[in-house]
């Protein structure tokens, strides 16, 4: 990341705000012949900046290293509300789709005019416009543009390649962002130097909600290289020469703390979410329930539970801030440069127009960069200082205060007839927010506190219905989401609440086949419609790759299966598990999956995200959740809170359903849904042993198990 990225605009006369309905907004050609691609999303490792260039290379006809991909950064791209929600392709590929057909087109028209021959003539190919049948007159596109916006000349839209003549949408590109990740060159925010820079560290309260009294800084700002300390409302900071320095300085700070009375912990945050949850929303009910209650030959009710989860990211939250009288610039780790810009602006005091946000590169996302922590630190502590100022949090920091997945636990009961169909469903979620939460939480004035609070209340939140309706054929259903205030700071982790969602209803599926005397692969087939393609397609895949052996009830195999769809994609998953009877520890074995995203960009990079989507959903199955307790994080380490590793890693074997002529679906996040549910089905089908808990502790494995001394 350059350090004169914000020069760029005025060089390239780009200028907010953005139409996207002009071409010129997302795509300029150089003189060059280079193309510039201006996107609000941000590359998070998963791909998107060599997909992108894909999309615009194709459809422009351009030669895939002519592309220079910008990404995120405010006052050059349009404005994004984030990289989240796995919605980089299915959101960005329309826009620079036809932003790139209408290029293309404006092109062969610029060269009709120069030639003055009919556009039918012409053709482009290889950023160039050349006559049909005399390849050696041609044009470049830069000759054209002459670095300069297009003219608009289109008349309605463009006319868009067809899939059948694509040459390099579906091919493995290689990743144009890994060579300098590999060799060290990438700059993450903790790597980069400005001149004159100095360290900020934040003075962390002694409990989660603690106050400060007025601090005394005599003794700190005598420390070597202070060069400032200051107190703002609830935070307090100094600056110092070195990282170092400031740490120390620290210690010499007198401050007292009110400590609010916490009487919640990980034991009581069930009873909690559901007494503070409210009536909830009904997100769905058909027929009656009661009535195909009354028709079912059998009936099952459970409880699922899951804890808390951290997202115990690589790289911990870091930012460099330089505040002066003319603004404030900002480069940090973050997939919401723009929120960013938003949040600084208010706490600074300061028009949008004023703050500039470049993200760097980010060591790992899954939801933790919705939110600017650091940036918020670095910006009150530069405007203090009057110097650039670094703040890179500590792990333990990240871990604490930090925002995480919500709690949430599930009641649902399901019913079926004789012949095993689905008579009844009924449905109830409880959880703290995904949405939103975070921001509402740290840094911001009161005001702005309450603002958003009440902006992201019960009926706002949409993380906790993901993935909550059932997939298959019931005639008579309701499904409820209580939402409930967190004692925990909440915010988007990979996928929301959809992996909560699918362990509760893909687990009880697997309760219900058992109770049916069904295969439970075949119990699922059996309750879908003739329109089902869609998932029945993936279903069939997974199962066929994993040469899946109809069974009823646990069969020994140690073999699960569950299956979901997530940001309209279908995925089916196939786990096998080996269980130690005498120490309940679980490993799993291999995952088999079956993806459908539509039209796959790059299937490497589809390959990618499935295979971190279930390295990541195996973690959180077996190891994952955070212990709390009066106010205090209880495992706030990766000694405490271990994440799977190469050595805990499955074998991975991998099928994308081919299905080019729908519009490419989000990949990023599906994988990691079903994980949960598919072990947890595997580990019954092992020992017999239900768990409904999440994580699934040896513990948990050992008291379920029929017969167990615990």
Same mark, same amino acid.
């Given at each position: 990341?350059?350090?004169?990225?914000?020069?760029?605009?005025?060089?390239?006369?780009?200028?907010?705000?953005?139409?996207?309905?002009?071409?010129?907004?997302?795509?300029?050609?150089?003189?060059?012949?280079?193309?510039?691609?201006?996107?609000?999303?941000?590359?998070?490792?998963?791909?998107?900046?060599?997909?992108?260039?894909?999309?615009?290379?194709?459809?422009?006809?351009?030669?895939?290293?002519?592309?220079?991909?910008?990404?995120?950064?405010?006052?050059?791209?349009?404005?994004?509300?984030?990289?989240?929600?796995?919605?980089?392709?299915?959101?960005?590929?329309?826009?620079?789709?036809?932003?790139?057909?209408?290029?293309?087109?404006?092109?062969?028209?610029?060269?009709?005019?120069?030639?003055?021959?009919?556009?039918?003539?012409?053709?482009?190919?290889?950023?160039?416009?050349?006559?049909?049948?005399?390849?050696?007159?041609?044009?470049?596109?830069?000759?054209?543009?002459?670095?300069?916006?297009?003219?608009?000349?289109?008349?309605?839209?463009?006319?868009?390649?067809?899939?059948?003549?694509?040459?390099?949408?579906?091919?493995?590109?290689?990743?144009?962002?890994?060579?300098?990740?590999?060799?060290?060159?990438?700059?993450?925010?903790?790597?980069?130097?400005?001149?004159?820079?100095?360290?900020?560290?934040?003075?962390?309260?002694?409990?989660?909600?603690?106050?400060?009294?007025?601090?005394?800084?005599?003794?700190?700002?005598?420390?070597?290289?202070?060069?400032?300390?200051?107190?703002?409302?609830?935070?307090?900071?100094?600056?110092?020469?070195?990282?170092?320095?400031?740490?120390?300085?620290?210690?010499?700070?007198?401050?007292?703390?009110?400590?609010?009375?916490?009487?919640?912990?990980?034991?009581?945050?069930?009873?909690?979410?559901?007494?503070?949850?409210?009536?909830?929303?009904?997100?769905?009910?058909?027929?009656?329930?009661?009535?195909?209650?009354?028709?079912?030959?059998?009936?099952?009710?459970?409880?699922?539970?899951?804890?808390?989860?951290?997202?115990?990211?690589?790289? /911990?939250? =870091? #930012?460099?801030?330089? $505040?002066? *009288?003319?603004? +404030? %610039?900002?480069?940090?780790? @973050?997939?919401?440069?723009?929120?960013?810009?938003?949040?600084?602006?208010?706490?600074?005091?300061?028009?949008?127009?004023?703050?500039?946000?470049?993200?760097?590169?980010?060591?790992?996302?899954?939801?933790?960069?919705?939110?600017?922590?650091?940036?918020?630190?670095?910006?009150?502590?530069?405007?203090?200082?009057?110097?650039?100022?670094?703040?890179?949090?500590?792990?333990?920091?990240?871990?604490?205060?930090?925002?995480? /997945?919500? =709690? #949430?636990?599930?009641? $649902?009961? *399901?019913?079926? +007839? %004789?012949?095993?169909?689905? @008579?009844?469903?009924?449905?109830?979620?409880?959880?703290?927010?995904?949405?939103?939460?975070?921001?509402?939480?740290?840094?911001?004035?009161?005001?702005?506190?309450?603002?958003?609070?009440?902006?992201?209340?019960?009926?706002?939140?949409?993380?906790?219905?993901?993935?909550?309706?059932?997939?298959?054929?019931?005639?008579?259903?309701?499904?409820?989401?209580?939402?409930?205030?967190?004692?925990?700071?909440?915010?988007?982790? /990979?996928?929301?609440?959809?992996?909560?969602?699918?362990?509760?209803?893909?687990?009880?599926?697997?309760?219900?086949?058992?109770?049916?005397?069904?295969?439970?692969?075949?119990?699922?087939?059996?309750?879908?419609?003739?329109?089902?393609?869609?998932?029945?397609?993936?279903?069939?895949?997974?199962?066929?790759?994993?040469?899946?052996?109809?069974?009823?009830?646990?069969?020994?195999?140690?073999?699960?299966?569950?299956?979901?769809?997530?940001?309209?994609?279908?995925?089916?998953?196939?786990?096998?598990?080996?269980?130690?009877?005498?120490?309940?520890?679980?490993?799993?074995?291999?995952?088999?999956?079956?993806?459908?995203?539509?039209?796959?960009?790059?299937?490497?990079?589809?390959?990618?995200?499935?295979?971190?989507?279930?390295?990541?959903?195996?973690?959180?199955?077996?190891?994952?959740?955070?212990?709390?307790?009066?106010?205090?994080?209880?495992?706030?380490?990766?000694?405490?809170?271990?994440?799977?590793?190469?050595?805990?890693?499955?074998?991975?074997?991998?099928?994308?359903?081919?299905?080019?002529?729908?519009?490419?679906?989000?990949?990023?996040?599906?994988?990691?849904?079903?994980?949960?549910?598919?072990?947890?089905?595997?580990?019954?089908?092992?020992?017999?042993?239900?768990?409904?808990?999440?994580?699934?502790?040896?513990?948990?494995?050992?008291?379920?198990?029929?017969?167990?001394?615990?």
């Amino acid at each position: 990341m350059r350090q004169d990225i914000f020069e760029l605009a005025g060089k390239l006369g780009r200028n907010e705000p953005f139409d996207p309905e002009d071409m010129n907004s997302w795509l300029l050609i150089g003189a060059d012949n280079r193309v510039s691609v201006f996107s609000g999303k941000v590359e998070i490792g998963q791909g998107g900046r060599t997909a992108l260039a894909q999309i615009v290379a194709e459809e422009m006809e351009s030669p895939f290293d002519s592309i220079d991909v910008y990404m995120g950064i405010t006052g050059l791209v349009p404005f994004d509300r984030g990289t989240h929600g796995s919605w980089t392709i299915r959101m960005m590929r329309p826009a620079l789709q036809k932003a790139a057909a209408s290029v293309r087109e404006t092109l062969l028209l610029m060269a009709a005019e120069r030639w003055n021959l009919p556009p039918e003539q012409l053709q482009a190919r290889d950023g160039a416009i050349s006559v049909r049948g005399d390849p050696t007159r041609k044009i470049a596109y830069g000759e054209l543009s002459q670095g300069k916006p297009l003219p608009k000349k289109l008349t309605g839209p463009p006319a868009t390649k067809p899939v059948e003549q694509y040459r390099l949408i579906g091919r493995n590109v290689p990743r144009v962002d890994l060579p300098a990740k590999v060799t060290g060159k990438a700059l993450y925010a903790a790597d980069m130097k400005l001149p004159g820079m100095l360290h900020g560290k934040m003075l962390r309260p002694p409990s989660l909600g603690a106050k400060p009294g007025q601090a005394d800084f005599s003794a700190a700002r005598r420390q070597p290289g202070v060069i400032a300390a200051i107190q703002d409302g609830d935070y307090i900071g100094v600056v110092a020469e070195t990282e170092e320095q400031a740490e120390a300085a620290l210690e010499h700070i007198k401050v007292s703390y009110k400590e609010p009375e916490y009487n919640i912990s990980t034991e009581q945050i069930w009873d909690y979410l559901k007494a503070n949850s409210g009536e909830g929303l009904v997100i769905k009910e058909s027929g009656s329930p009661q009535h195909g209650f009354h028709l079912a030959e059998k009936i099952l009710k459970a409880t699922y539970k899951a804890a808390y989860l951290c997202h115990a990211v690589i790289e /911990r939250e =870091a #930012a460099i801030a330089d $505040v002066t *009288g003319d603004g +404030a %610039k900002i480069w940090i780790t @973050t997939s919401v440069p723009f929120g960013v810009r938003s949040d600084v602006a208010l706490v600074l005091c300061m028009p949008e127009a004023k703050v500039q946000v470049a993200p760097t590169e980010i060591g790992g996302g899954f939801g933790r960069k919705n939110v600017g922590d650091a940036a918020i630190d670095a910006a009150r502590l530069s405007r203090a200082a009057g110097r650039p100022v670094q703040v890179v949090w500590s792990r333990e920091e990240d871990f604490t205060w930090g925002p995480y /997945r919500s =709690a #949430a636990f599930v009641e $649902v009961q *399901g019913g079926i +007839a %004789k012949n095993g169909a689905l @008579t009844a469903w009924e449905y109830h979620v409880y959880s703290g927010p995904h949405v939103g939460g975070a921001r509402a939480r740290y840094g911001m004035p009161p005001d702005v506190k309450r603002e958003r609070a009440e902006g992201h209340g019960p009926r706002a939140d949409s993380g906790i219905s993901r993935a909550v309706l059932p997939l298959y054929n019931i005639p008579n259903q309701i499904t409820v989401a209580h939402a409930s205030p967190s004692p925990l700071r909440t915010t988007s982790l /990979r996928s929301l609440g959809a992996p909560m969602n699918c362990f509760a209803q893909e687990c009880l599926i697997d309760e219900l086949a058992e109770a049916a005397g069904m295969d439970p692969v075949q119990f699922r087939l059996s309750n879908l419609t003739d329109k089902d393609t869609g998932l029945r397609g993936v279903i069939e895949a997974a199962t066929r790759k994993a040469c899946w052996k109809p069974g009823k009830g646990p069969t020994g195999q140690g073999r699960g299966f569950a299956c979901s769809l997530d940001s309209d994609s279908w995925i089916a998953e196939v786990v096998e598990v080996e269980v130690d009877r005498a120490t309940g520890k679980v490993r799993v074995k291999r995952v088999v999956a079956a993806q459908d995203s539509g039209l796959v960009i790059n299937p490497d990079g589809v390959h990618s995200q499935m295979e971190s989507g279930i390295v990541m959903g195996c973690s959180a199955t077996l190891n994952e959740g955070i212990q709390f307790k009066n106010g205090h994080i209880l495992n706030a380490s990766y000694l405490d809170y271990p994440i799977f590793t190469m050595m805990d890693a499955p074998t991975i074997e991998l099928v994308i359903v081919p299905n080019p002529h729908m519009p490419a679906q989000g990949a990023g996040e599906p994988a990691f849904v079903p994980i949960p549910a598919a072990i947890a089905n595997a580990i019954y089908d092992a020992v017999g042993a239900r768990v409904r808990e999440l994580p699934i502790t040896p513990a948990k494995v050992l008291a379920a198990m029929p017969h167990h001394p615990s």
